[in-house]
């Protein structure tokens, strides 16, 4: 997943003290929301403090940073799975060099700042082209300079959106109307764009492409033209890796969200994914676990990188779907899941939250989920006059992310192809001349040819005698018995090693 910014500040932190730290982040460049946030951050511009940071954690020689690398699991005594991305971003492949990597980490503590997900909106016809989320409206815009369209309706139900429509006007761009689903919406907006509090967009409009939105406005319907709809539905902590090995989310009113156990055996989670909002309080949330951690490794000496800050964020009210709308309302984007599915499980007995996984395939795609279980839960606990609380998640489980058979076998050439594991008494072999075989997940010794021996045979007949008439030493558990005979072939394992004679 990509590195927020409370992972910075957490690494600038460990960075400090000496402490041995990797950095993995699944973009090209780390910094996460920094990369296209346009507010202050630290006390500095987004861009001035994500480009200090990472200029100190490159000076660091005890910090390493992984790029195009996601963590796809979290193992027993605390190891996580990571695989890089070596080659896959270029036009040529050096023959010499894997496409991907695997990568094994064992660490002493661990600190999760995943940040988190933005939700979609379930009404109709959510998945035309120009309907988005408005997150990646802000980053197509700020990051690569993409206008997402001429004008451009935003349809929120917190704060997210309103940053989205004042980044379109300072570039430029209409912003035609704020939709804000909470009817006591109080934020203090200066822009030009109007506000309709306590209205939905119903449907988007339009074939091939966004025409314009029809809003539901005081109970009564209103058409505004626009080729861009931003949609911001709450923000979902990524904390798959929290939940790996067996700790189940817990439903919170106040964050509106699923949250994960903030410490577990050697991992803690931090900033967004543990539901704080605002980015200086992540920032300060991050360093501060990162402290606790280091103290826990004996680093008495550990400051925070960033003072504490309290956090400024509202919560959203929960929008799991809007009524009255007339085209299809999607859940699920991958699987093609909609409203009416789920609607259509409920009511023929399937209402169990994993039942109705399996029933509509909600949430079975590449990204298991990642945009829509949220929303469903929600439409479940609705369906069902209960609490998201009471339908629960479905089970977590790795690979983060899809892995390809390729990166878990790796460069299967030659000696290359799998481990070499040794006894204890390898060495000893190899220095008497040994003659090494593969037998299961080992190597064993053979046989021990001496000056004048030509074949197999004749090193054996010698060794057997010789354990036979003096003393022999066993190198392998006691049920294991000699396989040679007149016709045991030549990559044959003794069971046993003679002393040389």
Same mark, same amino acid.
């Given at each position: 997943?990509?590195l927020?910014?409370?992972?910075?500040a957490?690494?600038?932190?460990?960075?400090?003290?000496g402490a041995?730290?990797?950095?993995?982040?699944e973009?090209?460049?780390?910094?996460?929301?920094?990369?296209c946030e346009?507010?202050?951050?630290?006390g500095k511009?987004?861009?001035d403090?994500?480009?200090?940071t990472?200029?100190e954690?490159a000076?660091m020689?005890?910090?390493?940073?992984?790029?195009r690398t996601?963590?796809?699991?979290?193992y027993?005594g605390?190891?996580?799975?990571?695989?890089e991305?070596?080659?896959?971003?270029?036009?040529t492949?050096?023959?010499n060099r894997?496409?991907e990597?695997?990568?094994r980490?064992?660490?002493k503590?661990?600190i999760?700042?995943?940040?988190a997900?933005?939700?979609p909106?379930?009404f109709g016809?959510?998945?035309i082209?120009g309907?988005m989320m408005?997150?990646?409206?802000?980053?197509?815009?700020?990051?690569?300079a993409?206008?997402?369209?001429?004008?451009?309706?935003? +349809?929120? &139900?917190? @704060?997210s959106?309103y =940053?989205?429509? %004042? !980044?379109?006007e300072a570039?430029?761009l209409d912003?035609?109307?704020?939709?804000?689903?909470?009817?006591?919406a109080?934020?203090?907006?200066?822009?030009?764009?109007?506000?309709?509090?306590?209205?939905v967009?119903?449907?988007?409009?339009?074939?091939?492409?966004?025409?314009?939105v029809?809003v539901?406005?005081n109970?009564?319907?209103?058409t505004i033209?626009?080729?861009?709809?931003a949609m911001?539905g709450g923000?979902?902590?990524?904390?798959?890796?929290?939940?790996?090995?067996?700790a189940k989310p817990?439903?919170?009113?106040?964050?509106a969200?699923?949250?994960?156990?903030e410490?577990q055996e050697?991992?803690?989670?931090?900033?967004?994914?543990?539901?704080?909002?605002s980015i200086?309080a992540?920032?300060?949330?991050?360093?501060g676990?990162?402290?606790?951690?280091?103290q826990a490794?004996? +680093?008495? &000496?550990? @400051?925070a990188?960033f =003072?504490?800050? %309290? !956090?400024?964020?509202?919560?959203s009210?929960?929008?799991w779907?809007?009524h009255?709308?007339?085209?299809?309302?999607f859940v699920?984007?991958?699987?093609?899941?909609?409203?009416?599915?789920?609607?259509?499980?409920?009511?023929?007995?399937?209402s169990?939250?994993?039942l109705?996984?399996r029933?509509?395939?909600?949430?079975?795609?590449?990204?298991?989920g990642?945009?829509s279980n949220?929303?469903?839960i929600?439409?479940?606990?609705?369906?069902?006059?209960?609490?998201?609380?009471?339908?629960?998640t479905t089970?977590f489980r790795p690979?983060?992310t899809?892995?390809?058979f390729?990166?878990?076998?790796g460069a299967?050439?030659?000696?290359h192809?799998?481990?070499v594991?040794?006894?204890?008494?390898?060495d000893w072999?190899?220095k008497?001349?040994?003659v090494?075989?593969?037998?299961g997940?080992?190597?064993?010794s053979?046989?021990?040819?001496?000056?004048?021996?030509t074949?197999?045979?004749?090193?054996?007949?010698?060794?057997v005698l010789n354990?036979?008439?003096?003393?022999?030493?066993?190198?392998?558990?006691p049920s294991a018995?000699?396989?040679f005979?007149?016709?045991?072939?030549?990559?044959s394992s003794?069971?046993?090693?003679?002393?040389?004679?």
């Amino acid at each position: 997943m990509a590195l927020a910014p409370r992972g910075l500040a957490a690494a600038l932190t460990a960075g400090r003290t000496g402490a041995r730290v990797i950095l993995a982040d699944e973009g090209f460049e780390p910094g996460g929301s920094l990369l296209c946030e346009t507010a202050p951050a630290g006390g500095k511009s987004a861009s001035d403090l994500l480009a200090q940071t990472l200029a100190e954690l490159a000076d660091m020689p005890n910090v390493r940073i992984f790029s195009r690398t996601t963590v796809f699991g979290w193992y027993d005594g605390n190891v996580f799975g990571a695989v890089e991305s070596v080659q896959k971003n270029t036009t040529t492949v050096n023959p010499n060099r894997p496409v991907e990597r695997i990568w094994r980490i064992a660490a002493k503590q661990a600190i999760l700042a995943s940040g988190a997900e933005e939700r979609p909106l379930v009404f109709g016809g959510n998945d035309i082209p120009g309907v988005m989320m408005a997150g990646a409206m802000r980053s197509y815009l700020n990051r690569q300079a993409i206008a997402p369209g001429k004008s451009t309706v935003i +349809f929120t &139900n917190d @704060a997210s959106g309103y =940053a989205t429509a %004042a !980044d379109l006007e300072a570039a430029g761009l209409d912003v035609a109307t704020i939709v804000d689903s909470r009817p006591d919406a109080t934020r203090t907006w200066s822009g030009k764009a109007r506000i309709l509090p306590g209205a939905v967009v119903v449907d988007a409009n339009g074939g091939k492409s966004l025409k314009g939105v029809t809003v539901l406005n005081n109970g009564r319907p209103e058409t505004i033209a626009a080729d861009a709809l931003a949609m911001s539905g709450g923000w979902s902590p990524i904390i798959h890796l929290a939940c790996h090995r067996g700790a189940k989310p817990v439903w919170s009113d106040a964050k509106a969200a699923f949250l994960a156990p903030e410490t577990q055996e050697g991992l803690t989670v931090a900033g967004a994914a543990a539901g704080i909002g605002s980015i200086d309080a992540c920032l300060a949330d991050g360093a501060g676990k990162a402290v606790s951690a280091l103290q826990a490794l004996g +680093f008495s &000496n550990a @400051a925070a990188a960033f =003072a504490a800050k %309290a !956090d400024t964020a509202t919560v959203s009210k929960p929008l799991w779907r809007v009524h009255g709308s007339k085209g299809k309302a999607f859940v699920d984007y991958q699987n093609d899941v909609h409203l009416k599915d789920l609607g259509l499980a409920v009511s023929e007995g399937y209402s169990h939250v994993e039942l109705a996984k399996r029933y509509t395939t909600n949430g079975m795609a590449t990204d298991q989920g990642k945009l829509s279980n949220i929303n469903a839960i929600g439409i479940l606990a609705e369906a069902r006059k209960v609490s998201p609380a009471d339908v629960g998640t479905t089970t977590f489980r790795p690979f983060y992310t899809p892995l390809s058979f390729g990166a878990l076998t790796g460069a299967s050439k030659g000696k290359h192809f799998q481990p070499v594991r040794k006894s204890p008494l390898h060495d000893w072999a190899k220095k008497n001349g040994a003659v090494f075989v593969e037998t299961g997940l080992w190597y064993r010794s053979s046989w021990f040819p001496k000056t004048g021996e030509t074949t197999w045979r004749e090193s054996v007949d010698r060794e057997v005698l010789n354990v036979r008439q003096n003393a022999g030493m066993r190198t392998s558990p006691p049920s294991a018995r000699s396989r040679f005979s007149a016709r045991t072939p030549p990559n044959s394992s003794t069971g046993f090693t003679a002393t040389p004679s």
